[in-house]
């Protein structure tokens, strides 16, 4: 099992960009995949997961800013980011929990975890 993220990078705030997280060693399409991030000096924050049980969920801070998708021909989750704002400067993780098949984001244990990738906001 292996999550590579990529994607990310310096934006200004106001601006977009998407990452991307590929899967390797499994088919991501039949588990639960959570994009977290980590802010310095903070803790980790779950901001979006996709599942097959319960769809897309999204934390308060990114809702209608941010969007989770799938691509099964490509094994990847990306995730779109949009009207970025200084306060999203993280490093960004994506996250599956393989011991659960058709896990919903309620109640996956994200034990498998990317490298993660910088996102900076800033003029």
């Known amino acids: 099992v292996q999550l590579v993220e990529s994607g990310g990078g310096l934006v200004q705030p106001g601006g977009s960009l998407r990452l991307s997280c590929v899967a390797s060693g499994f088919s991501l399409n039949y588990y639960a995949i959570g994009w977290f991030r980590q802010a310095p000096g903070k803790e980790r924050e779950e901001i979006s997961c996709?599942?097959?049980?319960?769809?897309?969920t999204y934390a308060n801070s990114v809702k209608g800013r941010f969007t989770i998708s799938r691509d099964n021909s490509e094994n990847t989750v990306y995730l779109q980011m949009n009207s970025l704002k200084p306060e999203d400067t993280a490093v960004y993780y994506c996250?599956?929990?393989?011991?659960?098949?058709?896990?919903?984001?309620?109640?996956?244990?994200?034990?498998?975890w990317g490298q993660g990738t910088q996102v900076t906001v800033s003029s």
């Open positions: 996250a599956t929990d393989t011991t659960q098949l058709y896990s919903s984001c309620s109640s996956a244990r994200f034990g498998s």
């Open positions: 996709i599942s097959l049980s319960d769809g897309r």
